[in-house]
């Protein structure tokens, strides 16, 4: 055993014996002409980009700048010739708040007007910076746009979720329903995770493992939801049916008595 | 009532020359119908009535009563902004001096009503009669909880239904509703109500109101409370809103021509069962904290803790409570502090544990009348905190 392993370190004959530094040195000049030429690269790009960088602060400080002024100007100019009393003159009565005068509102109104101005010539100019830079490869800035767009859906996602579960909240509430709020987080978290699927997806990020992730948990919420009101509302469905059938045999006879009512007198709300 | 535009047919079928009151009358049956004209040709000369009806006319009715029929009816449980629109082109149109505008069942208030509410507009100078009811001690308890405490209490208008279906109004009455009417039906909600008590005020109009006895409700059908509640609730919101300028000044009463002969007393009978709205209160105070926490002060909140904590019998809403509960809603709804929608739904709770508390005071003794008095009463002393509140929101009073 000691021969075999002593036959294959010795060298070959046909093979000169080569110096350990040189190979050495090649995977150290390789690397480090990788890392230059990948800084060049970004270098590159971020000189081919930051004209349209500079563009966009420029065109954005520039516009704001002048709707600070154009904003100012109208204030004084409408204030001058009074043109909220004369609104007040011609519309009637109207209540407003300092702060939501018209000629407030038209001032602040300029001005966003003009920042909105500035940011779209900026966009336009960087968009026109960067597709001259595209000729480098590179993934990052579309994937940031991604990203912008999977927070805007999850913003929108936790708005519709909050929206949604106060919804049901108070209905439940005022539909007697004993277990309003475990409905309302149910539908909560039926809304949160569909968004948080959406976003990933939209991300490209887990692939098939988020999918089966998603279509496990929706289906297990949507169960666990179906389960609760099912064996929940028993109650409230013969009560609606006991109400139907009260109030389809007293059609016709007497006013309907609020469901509320006891065995007195009837409530009769309005 | 009428629907958004029958006014070409109509008047084609009406004499032109000229009706000292026009009658606009609710979809009724027949024997209701022909009662309702035996009714109107008996207080007035039917030369000058002018009767419009969305139902035929019946065959033995007087044939020198004018009638029209009108077209298919909405079915709106009271007055509403097409209501006003169709009344003012129909009196326009007819040269009418008055209209009176009945609502559904009203083929229950007796003659005297008719002509007490039509006589007040024609021969006095009232702009806008409207009927004071005799009604069960239980019935019209959103009026008697928010409607009338708010409008007596911010418009300085002792009108007692202030939402009542049958009314009588003026020509420039119905000109002025009807203006207010069609920036709803331009914007399709031609069913929202009106509130013609509010306008008059702010107009400075002469308003009476007159004792017209009992009348049977017409119960709304098909949406219940938790539909109809937050519709009217949020109505008379946005009616106060709009009429911010005019309520925050401070006015005193003004003369309204109360022709009301006696208070209605009602005491004693059997008290209806308070469990389920205490239960609903119950439930809504352990699930609901999140949302009335954003509307309610804490001075509110603690009331409500200690509520929610009495045994049913015991049960009493401060009044003082439950107007600050109701301006304090009315300030959310102006701020928009959440979902205007959630807002009045989660009004709805604290509104049952109102009636509930109504419930067990006049049970123990107390006159229903002077329940709902002491209430608007209450609403009256805190009027100084919704001006102030309503100026500098961000203040929680104590």
Same mark, same amino acid.
């Given at each position: 055993?000691?021969?075999?392993?002593?036959?294959?370190?010795?060298?070959?004959?046909?093979?000169?014996?080569?110096?350990?530094?040189?190979?050495?040195?090649?995977?150290?000049?390789?690397?480090?002409d990788?890392?230059?030429?990948?800084?060049?690269?970004?270098?590159?790009?971020?000189?081919a980009?930051?004209?349209?960088?500079?563009?966009?602060?420029?065109?954005?400080?520039?516009?704001?700048?002048?709707?600070?002024?154009?904003?100012?100007?109208?204030?004084?100019?409408?204030?001058?010739?009074?043109?909220?009393?004369?609104?007040?003159?011609?519309?009637?009565?109207?209540?407003?708040?300092?702060?939501?005068?018209?000629?407030?509102?038209?001032?602040?109104?300029?001005?966003?007007?003009?920042?909105?101005?500035?940011?779209?010539?900026?966009?336009?100019?960087?968009?026109?910076?960067?597709?001259?830079?595209?000729?480098?490869?590179?993934?990052?800035?579309?994937?940031?746009?991604?990203?912008?767009?999977?927070?805007?859906?999850?913003?929108?996602?936790?708005?519709?979720?909050?929206?949604?579960?106060?919804?049901?909240?108070?209905?439940?509430?005022?539909?007697?329903?004993?277990?309003?709020?475990?409905?309302?987080?149910?539908?909560?978290?039926?809304?949160?995770?569909?968004?948080?699927?959406?976003?990933?997806?939209?991300?490209?990020?887990?692939?098939?493992?988020?999918?089966?992730?998603?279509?496990?948990?929706?289906?297990?919420i949507v169960?666990?939801?179906?389960?609760?009101?099912?064996?929940?509302?028993?109650?409230?469905?013969?009560?609606?049916?006991?109400?139907?059938?009260?109030?389809a045999?007293?059609?016709?006879?007497?006013?309907?008595?609020?469901?509320?009512?006891?065995?007195?007198?009837?409530?009769?709300?309005? | 009532?009428?629907?958004?535009?029958?006014?070409?047919?109509?008047?084609?079928?009406?004499?032109?020359?000229?009706?000292?009151?026009?009658?606009?009358?609710?979809?009724?049956?027949?024997?209701?119908?022909?009662?309702?004209?035996?009714?109107?040709?008996?207080?007035?000369?039917?030369?000058?009535?002018?009767?419009?009806?969305?139902?035929?006319?019946?065959?033995?009715?007087?044939?020198?009563?004018?009638?029209?029929?009108?077209?298919?009816?909405?079915?709106?449980?009271?007055?509403?902004?097409?209501?006003?629109?169709?009344?003012?082109?129909?009196?326009?149109e007819?040269?009418?001096?008055?209209?009176?505008?009945?609502g559904?069942?009203?083929?229950?208030?007796?003659?005297?009503?008719?002509?007490?509410?039509?006589?007040?507009?024609l021969?006095?100078?009232?702009?806008?009669?409207?009927?004071?009811?005799?009604?069960?001690?239980?019935?019209?308890?959103?009026?008697?909880?928010?409607?009338?405490?708010?409008?007596?209490a911010?418009?300085?208008?002792?009108?007692?239904?202030?939402?009542?279906p049958?009314?009588?109004?003026?020509?420039?009455?119905?000109?002025?509703?009807?203006?207010?009417?069609?920036?709803?039906?331009a914007?399709?909600?031609?069913?929202?109500?009106?509130?013609?008590?509010?306008?008059?005020?702010?107009?400075?109009?002469?308003i009476?109101? @007159?004792?017209?006895?009992? =009348? #049977?409700?017409?119960?709304?059908? $098909?949406?219940? +409370?938790?539909?109809?509640? &937050? %519709?009217?609730?949020?109505?008379?919101?946005?009616?106060?809103?709009?009429?911010?300028?005019?309520?925050?000044?401070?006015?005193?009463?003004?003369?309204?021509?109360?022709?009301?002969a006696?208070?209605?007393?009602?005491?004693?009978?059997?008290?209806?069962?308070t469990?389920?709205?205490?239960?609903?209160?119950?439930?809504?105070?352990?699930?609901?904290?999140?949302?009335?926490?954003?509307?309610?002060?804490?001075?509110?909140?603690?009331?409500?803790?200690?509520?929610?904590?009495?045994?049913?019998?015991?049960?009493?809403?401060?009044?003082?409570?439950?107007?600050?509960?109701?301006?304090? @809603?009315?300030?959310?709804? =102006? #701020?928009?502090?959440?979902?205007? $929608?959630?807002? +009045?739904?989660?009004?709805? &709770? %604290?509104?049952?544990?109102?009636?509930?508390?109504?419930?067990?005071?006049?049970?123990?003794?107390?006159?229903?009348?002077?329940?709902?008095?002491?209430?608007?009463?209450?609403?009256e002393?805190?009027?100084?905190?919704?001006?102030?509140?309503?100026?500098?929101?961000?203040?929680?009073?104590?």
């Amino acid at each position: 055993m000691q021969n075999v392993i002593a036959t294959m370190l010795l060298p070959a004959p046909d093979q000169a014996p080569q110096p350990m530094y040189a190979g050495n040195a090649s995977i150290w000049h390789h690397m480090s002409d990788a890392l230059h030429q990948s800084l060049d690269r970004v270098l590159s790009l971020l000189i081919a980009i930051l004209p349209g960088i500079l563009a966009f602060i420029a065109a954005l400080v520039v516009l704001t700048l002048i709707g600070i002024a154009l904003s100012a100007l109208l204030r004084r100019g409408l204030a001058a010739i009074r043109f909220d009393e004369r609104l007040v003159r011609e519309r009637g009565n109207v209540d407003w708040a300092p702060s939501t005068s018209p000629s407030s509102l038209i001032a602040r109104a300029s001005f966003w007007c003009c920042v909105l101005l500035g940011l779209i010539i900026g966009v336009s100019a960087f968009d026109a910076s960067y597709a001259t830079a595209a000729t480098f490869t590179n993934s990052l800035l579309p994937y940031l746009t991604r990203v912008v767009g999977a927070v805007l859906l999850l913003i929108a996602g936790t708005l519709f979720a909050r929206f949604l579960a106060r919804s049901v909240l108070i209905e439940a509430v005022n539909a007697h329903l004993e277990y309003s709020r475990f409905l309302s987080l149910g539908i909560k978290w039926l809304v949160l995770v569909l968004t948080g699927a959406m976003a990933l997806d939209h991300l490209e990020i887990g692939g098939i493992v988020v999918e089966l992730a998603f279509g496990i948990l929706f289906g297990g919420i949507v169960l666990t939801l179906a389960l609760a009101v099912g064996l929940g509302s028993r109650d409230l469905v013969s009560r609606s049916l006991e109400s139907h059938a009260e109030h389809a045999s007293e059609r016709g006879l007497a006013p309907p008595a609020a469901p509320a009512a006891g065995h007195g007198d009837p409530i009769r709300h309005f | 009532m009428a629907t958004a535009d029958p006014v070409s047919d109509m008047t084609a079928q009406a004499d032109h020359t000229g009706a000292g009151l026009l009658v606009l009358l609710a979809p009724m049956t027949q024997e209701q119908l022909q009662g309702m004209l035996a009714h109107l040709t008996a207080s007035f000369p039917a030369e000058s009535l002018l009767v419009f009806s969305p139902d035929a006319l019946p065959p033995d009715s007087d044939p020198a009563l004018r009638f029209a029929a009108v077209p298919a009816t909405s079915t709106s449980w009271t007055l509403n902004a097409a209501d006003f629109v169709n009344a003012y082109h129909l009196a326009e149109e007819n040269k009418a001096r008055a209209v009176l505008m009945l609502g559904p069942e009203s083929s229950s208030l007796d003659l005297s009503a008719l002509h007490s509410l039509a006589h007040a507009v024609l021969a006095a100078p009232t702009d806008l009669a409207v009927s004071c009811y005799d009604l069960p001690p239980y019935a019209g308890l959103v009026n008697s909880a928010i409607l009338y405490p708010l409008t007596r209490a911010l418009f300085a208008s002792p009108v007692r239904y202030p939402l009542a279906p049958d009314i009588c109004l003026s020509l420039r009455m119905a000109e002025r509703l009807a203006g207010v009417a069609q920036r709803f039906t331009a914007t399709n909600q031609a069913d929202a109500p009106l509130w013609p008590v509010n306008e008059a005020a702010v107009a400075g109009f002469d308003i009476g109101q @007159f004792d017209v006895g009992p =009348r #049977l409700q017409h119960q709304p059908t $098909g949406p219940g +409370l938790n539909t109809i509640l &937050p %519709l009217v609730t949020g109505s008379l919101f946005a009616d106060i809103d709009a009429k911010a300028a005019f309520w925050q000044r401070f006015r005193p009463f003004p003369a309204v021509h109360n022709a009301i002969a006696t208070s209605h007393i009602h005491t004693g009978g059997a008290s209806p069962d308070t469990t389920p709205m205490l239960q609903t209160f119950r439930l809504a105070y352990t699930n609901l904290q999140e949302i009335w926490s954003l509307v309610l002060p804490p001075s509110s909140l603690l009331g409500l803790k200690r509520l929610a904590a009495t045994d049913g019998v015991a049960f009493r809403m401060p009044d003082s409570l439950w107007a600050r509960i109701v301006y304090d @809603f009315l300030l959310a709804y =102006r #701020l928009r502090t959440i979902n205007r $929608g959630h807002l +009045l739904g989660a009004l709805i &709770p %604290l509104y049952l544990a109102w009636v509930a508390s109504h419930i067990n005071i006049t049970t123990s003794g107390s006159d229903t009348e002077s329940h709902i008095e002491a209430v608007a009463a209450a609403f009256e002393a805190e009027k100084t905190y919704i001006v102030s509140r309503w100026r500098w929101p961000d203040r929680f009073n104590s």
